[in-house]
């Protein structure tokens, strides 16, 4: 056998065994046996580096790209299903489906699991995988080839149709396996975890990074054929020829969906999985059903948004009965006082719960919901989950209805509702509770930003004394940080204590040193006067230029400020007119907090950075970061931020209500990036 030909059937091979592992999880061999194929085709790609080919197995991770991703649009807009949120709702689609086509036999559905993941469009051409793009907003998608190519489920090459020009359309997931995995690391690891595997599949599709996407192990079903040309098409006639003969083409199909006649079926379909869908090593959150006959649904057509022949049976919330505890209280920043419940711990929608929220006071004398009740709590999703209501049957004899505490459960002031509101407030300043959650804000990353200074070890801070107001921030050391230890929880249930650390300690003490040269608004706002937000701090830092001038302003002067209305300006001259809080300022400066407008207002641009030789424009509002934060991330890694595009542009971050630039972008053909694909650039550098 030549080495050409040995190169041949290997990839033959190994694409055989990808799908059988990846597609339908029947693998033939040892994960050994599989890695020695592989590593035998490398060696001869290797030696033979004119025989390599980019649909080739070893080509599935290719290189990054440090400029984000590009704007495609798709070939045709990629449209969002309406939703049934009950038999009823389904009866009724039903319906309109039967009257839409004048039917009086029962209309035939293809039920298919609704996949809980990222959509995405693949393009075949000449049956190589040439492009694979996120939704997007349904026009316009972001180009995730790269990171689309390492998730092996997907063929580069469609061997049963190597002619084929094709667009698919499907669903990267993680699966639930995969997801667990990557967030125990990740926690061992003292890094954020993700809040479920959809978000695990989007983050990850968007990383600019394709071997760390390739090692996440992601996966995708198709389900939706769009654009075929080519010979060896047969012409199909309904959805269910279509699925099955994307499965032909090897491309991975979810296999449990199933022809149905008339709604009765469906519902079957819907109640069965309902109950089984927890076997599956993916979230499904409903099933989507289809008009089967493709000429049928040609008759039906589609609103600008949903088709008419479609829609999505989302699975009820799901519901379970536990004991409520104890209702206690929590107290945020503002002093606003809000109960929860504390559960005796159950399993709802796969993740334990022992807490939900309750709203507020009205809510739960409305409901009646007492403590030692048995109670209904629901989850749908990943929404928070909540108490639905008391099982009044089960109810103990002895119990008596809820009463807000008159004190704050954590400083013992007396707690007050104002007028005409719904929630109860502990006004006492120094309350630590609301030092807690005022600290939290103070470190926030939208106010002075210190990196670590997060909720756990500000609780702990405030729990042993160490800090009292924002200023003991900057007295804190090192040796204190280190010392400090908490108790842990791991994956496997273990507690530990878990010190804090020298390396940890010391970041944390660099990047409060940081902070102190940071923007005089950043102070402002980081002080949590109320009314003043990010935008409002900045106008005060503008008008005022510094601390002491803010402080000294009255409630006129403020008022003649442009932006700053008269409820603002009377808040932040109360806030100043507290002695506790012009100690708190005073004390501020002592500790060598910047008190003035800088001089030289942003970062130095970093030379040699990784944007370096790269011109921004930002169009729009962004989410999460204000204008400033944007550039400041862009000029931080070396790049330049400038007022219009031109050819030379390299990107244009493009945020909500964007306008003529990004067009102009478009026109231009300058790539365009969204919130997050910003984000992704700015963080993985
Ligand atoms: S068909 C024009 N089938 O659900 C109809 N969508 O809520 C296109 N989804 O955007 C969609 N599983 O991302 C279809 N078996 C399935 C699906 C599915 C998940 C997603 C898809 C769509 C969203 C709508």
Redesign the pocket.
Known sequence: MTPAERIAELRRLIRHHEERYYILNEPEIADAEFDALMRELVRLEAEHPDLVTADSPTRRVGGRSAAGFASVEHAEP????D?AYSEEELGAFDDRVRRGLGADEPVVYVA????????IALTYEDGLLVRGAT?GDGVRGEDVTANIRTIRAIPLRLVDNPGAHLEV???VYFPRKAFQRINAQREEAGEPTFANPRNAAAGTLRNLDPALVATRGLRA?V??LVRTEGEETPVVHSHADTLDLLHRWKLPV?PHWRRCAGVDELVAFCREWDGRRRTLDFDTDGV?I?VDRLADRRLLG?TSK??RW?I?FKFPAEQKTTRLMAIEVDVGRTGAVTPFAVLEPVVVAGSTISMATLHNADDIARKDIREGDWVVVEKAGDVIPRVVGPIASRRPPDSVPWRMPAVCPRCGAALHRPEGEVVWRCENTSCPAKLRRGLEHFASRSAMNIEGLGEALVAQLVDRGLVRDYADIYTLTEETLANLTSPSVRSDGRTIDRRFGEKNAAKVVAEINRSRTNELWRVIYGLGIRHVGERAARVLQDAFGSMAALRAASVDALQETPEIGPVLAESVRNWFDEPRNQQLIERLGVEGVRMDVLAEPRAARREGGPLTGRTYVLTGTLASLTRAQATEAIERLGGTVTGSVSRKTSAVIVGADAGTKAEKARALGVPTLDEAAFLALVKVQ
């Open positions: 990629m449209l969002s299903l939703n298919e699991l609704k996949i809980d993941g990222v959509s939704r359309r499907g669903e079903f389900y939706q979810e989507v289809k589609a949903c088709p479609a999505a």
